[in-house]
Nanobody
Framework: QVQLVESGGGLVQAGDSLRLSCAAS????????MGWFRQAPGKEREFVAV???????????YYADSVKGRFIISRDNAKNTVYLQLNSLKPEDTAVYYC????????????????WGQGTQVTVSS
């Protein structure tokens, strides 16, 4: 079955950068729309970014307003890996970050994704 494994999280200071990785196995991630979500303690899981399946015209990228201009989602098809570059990090970015494989429906909703990784912790100090 499909398995997603996140890595790259850590403890950083406000203003720092971090790159998260989501390694996929059991499928070719380029043929799937892949998303990143995050969940802070006591809060619901929220959409962060998504990159659509690769087509002749490439992939499209969409971001939550809270991270637009700071985060970049990308993919390395040869490595079957999706990345999330986190720049200009803020304390409010502190959360467990999850990657997920889109199944059906709006890219912005948790319920639209069928496979999830176990998450990687990102902690941003002030």
């Amino acid at each position: 079955q499909v398995q997603l494994v996140e890595s790259g999280g850590g403890l950083v200071q406000a203003g720092d950068s971090l790159r998260l990785s989501c390694a996929a196995s059991g499928h070719t991630s380029s043929t799937y729309t892949m998303g990143w979500f995050r969940q802070a303690p006591g809060k619901e899981r929220e959409f962060v970014a998504v990159i659509t399946a690769v087509t002749w015209s490439g992939s499209s990228r969409y971001y939550a307003d809270s991270v637009k201009g700071r985060f970049i989602i990308s993919r390395d098809n040869a490595k079957n890996t999706v990345y999330l570059q986190l720049n200009s990090l803020k304390p409010e970015d502190t959360a467990v970050y999850y990657c997920a494989e889109h199944y059906s429906g709006s890219y912005y909703y948790v319920r639209s994704y069928g496979v999830w990784g176990q998450g990687t912790q990102v902690t941003v100090s002030s």
